[in-house]
């Protein structure tokens, strides 16, 4: 694995806000120090200024690993900080979590929280030592985690009770707004999602019912495989794999329809919310054409994502079907696991129906300026990624705009790029960076 | 004391200043028990995130201009970099630097180098920064990772240097080595100390060397009246700038918190003398603060002048901002130093001052000098305050917030304001450090005080329509039960 500069996201042990985006949860890191407040800083406060919610950023129950849990080690200490833990803080659901220090010593945090769990506690345990992955690993660990430890098979299934797996809680900037957004289209065709993440997703009690679900939807090319996998081995629970974030009206649709076969839904009940969604975005659309076709001054030429591939991927495919952009290279950052990466650089080769673009897979911003300086640049560029590449842009002559860690240039809420309100969003935000950029 | 600058590594604050994370009682009694000796840490079973050394060694390292960072460590100990690549860039267009990305580079240790060793990384990571930034110096800053698997920085790092023909020097800032983060700013200027700076070959007798964060310029102007300039450090800086600070007449700091490790150091190696005064927050802090630059510099009587011109200037609005804030309460929560230096500015307000609690404390400084000890000066010029070393934990802070109901929180550490918001309290927070400091100071808190207060709209907002993530139990607990020996059972 490469040296990263620039870095676009974390270490395992960034799954402290996953816990954190569920209801009442409550992350106990056995770390070090200072683990928990960098990684509020970067994927909290760095995406968007979201801050400490519920009980994150100072709140976060830790040991602050010192030299003698290093030396001695800490299974007293965590003990200690479990403890405090259950009477201090007021939550539904207790996850701790193992940084380097403890997982470099061996402490037995299996043990220890297993204490715990025969109490019938609501807590369970996942090994995120920094250097046992990334931030997108990290979230696959705590969900695997709550779901090997916690759940139990439901006495029965609930039809059309569908959980969704998709965007990772921070990482994505915009994941409040985008899990709201599925929720809401998943709705309008007639499910019951249950996306476990975020304001209004029930917390413990929406994790309880993940085993009772008619299936398990997997919104994303590779990041949470191994949890609809292991739901599937665990409840028998079957799951359907869309690896296409969808953003804008044609790939909304083609995913709604998907979903809508595969659950069994009337067709006549899909169809009917996709025409009156599509009809809204055509309307917009329509209105926004007179500039996209007359603008006297310069356009971008081609477009640039750096970007996970969740973004990377779905930004493209927005760009290129609904808006009839043109790509460059596209540089996918969240190091997809070699076995996925042909399907991920697959994508990318049929964009469209005659467009096709290169990929790069690296975590490395120092590799993605040497590429894009050697590109042959015929056209003012637009760069879609994070705060870091807006001197590469500038450098280049060309467009920017933030959309993945670090954002630290724009206040995110729950603005979602996800489905079709999601793609009128990023083509307002893509051209208000634009149009900024000339008085 | 004198500092060891021949060991690679910097010696930590427990050890070197006595330094202690856990206190509940009053300002006086903790400086009584500082001097006495009888001060012990205390411990507290369960505990919240703090913050670590490297944390505070990358801040102070990343913002040389022509430096590189290498943080040998998992990409998570990479999560402040973007907060400091801010910090760089608002200070690059505020002081008219060339507006680019800070040069940091994370070495992205997996478990494969957490088994074999992380030296061909670490080789990689550096031989880069070299290449990608061309840097005059690059800096490897270590983490609790490399430091258990024992990885040999100070060998590398010699080794590296030969190679790349350039000066590779390592930063010991292991989290788990010191509760105390400030530590890491030590380590930062160890290494600054012991490998960047030079012999002065000229000295320049109006150079003041200023340690600081990254506030706003006002030196420029203040020390311009008595025919001074500053020097400001470390942030910003040209490895050049880094390298003459020998040249200077004196050192100030505007939180010895932060540099008193790099004051003694420039003192006791290269002769340039150290202002010992209180911080120049409040009347006479700044009175005192100045008046000792002055002597040292030989410029007692344009300080005097100064001192006079300024009092009378602020005079007039400062009654007035008196008559405004007379008896409103206030919290205060921040950094050791710059805690006591808050207080001292609130009190000559005339604000209530209901209590305070910082991170930590450092029994003495690097100096040991009597005169600097902003405790002390905060107690026998401002009287003694309810006071605590609440090493950032929140839970005690919140508990402590809930029961005094302050008018105003003020607070200095991210992460740490919202809990005053959602109790209702209007809270501010001032990165700028300058911005309370001098006379000019005064003015520029009571203004944002009086701000503050007149519209809680938000913070009763956020009250109304939020909820605590701690028991009943806890909120009715006293606020330092946890500290050991003060656990009611």
């Known amino acids: 694995m490469t040296v990263v500069e620039q870095p676009r996201h974390f270490c395992a042990l960034g799954a402290q806000q996953t816990v954190l985006a569920i209801e ?157 957004a599925l929720h809401g289209l998943l709705a309008g065709i007639g499910l019951t999602p249950n996306v476990l993440f975020g304001f209004g997703s029930g917390g413990l009690a929406a994790w309880r019912k993940v085993p009772a679900a008619q299936f398990n939807l997997l919104v994303s090319p590779w990041v949470g495989l191994g949890i609809v996998q292991q739901l599937q081995e665990q409840f028998g629970t079957p799951f359907l794999h869309y690896p296409v974030f969808p ?45 996209f076709l007359e603008f006297r001054y310069d356009l971008p030429g081609r477009f640039f994502t750096v970007a996970d591939s969740l973004y990377a991927l779905g930004i493209s495919r927005f760009l290129v079907n609904d808006l009839g952009l043109l790509p460059g290279q596209q540089f996918v950052t969240d190091d997809p696991p070699v076995e996925h990466r042909d399907l991920i650089a697959g994508q990318f080769a049929s964009l469209g129906p005659n467009v096709t673009a290169g990929v790069t897979f690296t975590p490395d911003g120092g590799t993605v300026i040497r590429e894009l300086r050697a590109y042959r640049h015929l056209h003012q560029p637009l760069i879609i990624g994070s705060s870091w590449d807006k001197d590469i842009a500038v450098e280049l002559d060309g467009y920017h705009l933030s959309i993945g860690i670090p954002v630290r240039d724009r206040l995110i809420l729950d603005r979602s790029y996800a489905g079709y309100r999601g793609g009128l969003r990023l083509a307002e935000d893509i051209y208000a960076a634009i149009l900024g950029s000339y008085q | 004391m004198k500092l060891n600058l021949d060991n690679a590594e910097v010696e930590i604050r427990e050890r070197r200043l ?79 630097l060339r507006l680019k990305n800070a040069n940091l580079i994370s070495s992205n240790l997996r478990e494969e180098e957490i088994i074999y060793g992380g030296a061909a990384k670490l080789e990689e990571a550096v031989r880069e920064a070299k290449e990608r930034f061309q840097p005059r110096v690059i800096f490897i800053t270590a983490s ?97 700038q880094l390298e003459r600070l020998s040249e200077a007449a004196a050192t100030v700091q505007v939180c010895s918190t932060l540099g008193t490790y790099l004051a003694a150091g420039l003192e006791q190696q290269f002769g340039v ?99 600097a000890d902003s405790l002390d000066h905060l107690i026998s010029h401002y009287g003694d305050v309810d006071f605590g070393i609440c090493n950032k934990q929140n839970f005690e802070l919140v508990n402590l917030l809930n029961r005094l109901r302050p008018d105003l929180f003020i607070v200095r550490h991210h992460g740490m304001a919202v809990w005053g918001g959602k109790l209702g309290i209007p809270t501010f927070l001032i990165g700028d450090e300058h911005f309370g400091l001098g006379y000019q ?31 009943n139990w806890w909120l009715n607990q006293e606020p330092y039960a946890f500290l050991e020996g003060r656990r009611q059972s």
């Open chain 2, 18 to 96: 006595g330094a202690i994370t856990g206190y509940c009682g009053t300002a006086g009694d903790l400086y009584r028990q500082s001097k006495s000796g009888l001060l012990k840490e205390q411990e507290r079973p369960f505990s919240q995130c703090t913050s670590c050394s490297s944390v505070t060694a990358i801040c102070q390292l990343s913002m040389i201009q022509d430096a590189a960072v290498v943080n040998h460590a998992p990409l998570g100990c990479a999560g402040d970099f973007c907060e400091f690549n801010f910090c760089n860039r608002t200070g690059q267009v505020k002081r008219g």
């Open chain 2, 273 to 371: 003398p150290e202002v010992k005064a209180p911080p120049p927050y409040g009347i006479s802090g700044t009175d005192a603060w100045l008046r000792e630059l002055g002597r040292i510099v030989g410029r007692s009587p344009q300080v005097e002048q100064l001192i006079s011109d300024a009092r009378e200037s602020i005079a007039p609005e400062l009654d007035e901002l008196r008559q405004t804030l007379k008896d409103r309460t206030v919290f205060v929560s921040a950094g050791a130093v710059h805690g006591h230096s808050i207080i001292c500015l609130l009190r000559e307000l005339g604000l209530h001052v209901l209590g305070g609690c910082v991170w930590h404390h450092d029994q003495w400084f690097d100096n040991r000098d009597a005169r």
């Open chain 1, 247 to 291: 953003i804008g009206a044609r790939e909304t649709s083609h995913f709604l329809k998907d979903v809508g076969q595969y659950a069994g839904l009337p067709e006549a009940t899909v169809s009917a919310f996709i025409e009156t969604q599509e009809a809204a975005f055509y309307h917009y659309l329509e209105r926004a054409s007179d500039f």
């Open chain 1, 24 to 180: 009442r949860a409550i992350p106990i890191l056995h770390a070090g120090p200072g683990c928990s407040s960098k990684l509020f800083g970067g994927m909290s406060f760095g995406a968007g200024y979201q801050g400490s919610g519920y009980a994150g950023g100072s709140a976060v129950p830790c040991t602050n690993t010192g030299e003698q849990e290093v030396i001695f080690g800490g299974e007293d200490r965590l003990r200690q900080v479990i403890d405090g833990t259950l009477q201090v803080m007021d939550g539904d659901l207790f996850v701790v979590l193992t940084g380097c220090t403890a997982e470099i010593v061996g402490d037995d945090v299996a043990q220890v929280v297993g204490e715990y769990q025969s109490r019938g506690l609501p807590i369970v345990h996942a090994e995120t030592g920094g250097f046992k992955g990334t931030s997108y690993q990290g979230h696959e660990l705590v969900a695997s985690a709550i779901i090997s430890q916690l759940l139990k098979p439901a006495p029965q299934i609930i039809e059309g009770l569908v959980n969704v797996w998709s965007v990772v809680p921070y990482q994505d900037p915009f994941w409040g707004g985008d899990l709201e």
């Open chain 2, 144 to 240: 609790c990772a490399s430091g258990i698997i024992g990885d040999d920085l100070q060998g590398l790092s010699e080794l590296l240097s030969e190679e790349l023909g350039l000066p590779v020097i390592p930063v010991f800032c292991e989290g788990f080595r010191s509760r105390v983060w400030a530590t890491g700013f030590d380590a930062a200027f160890h290494a600054i100390l012991s490998r960047v700076v030079k012999p002065a070959r000229q000295k320049q007798p109006d150079l003041i060397n200023v340690i600081n964060f990254w506030g706003e310029d006002i030196f420029s102007d203040l020390f311009g009246k008595i025919g001074l300039k500053p020097n400001y450090v470390v942030p910003f800086t040209t490895v050049d």
């Open chain 2, 441 to 471: 100071g005064l003015l520029n808190y009571g203004r944002k005080i009086a701000d503050t207060l007149s519209n809680p709209a938000l913070v009763k907002n956020l009250a109304e329509h939020t909820r605590l993530p701690y028991t």
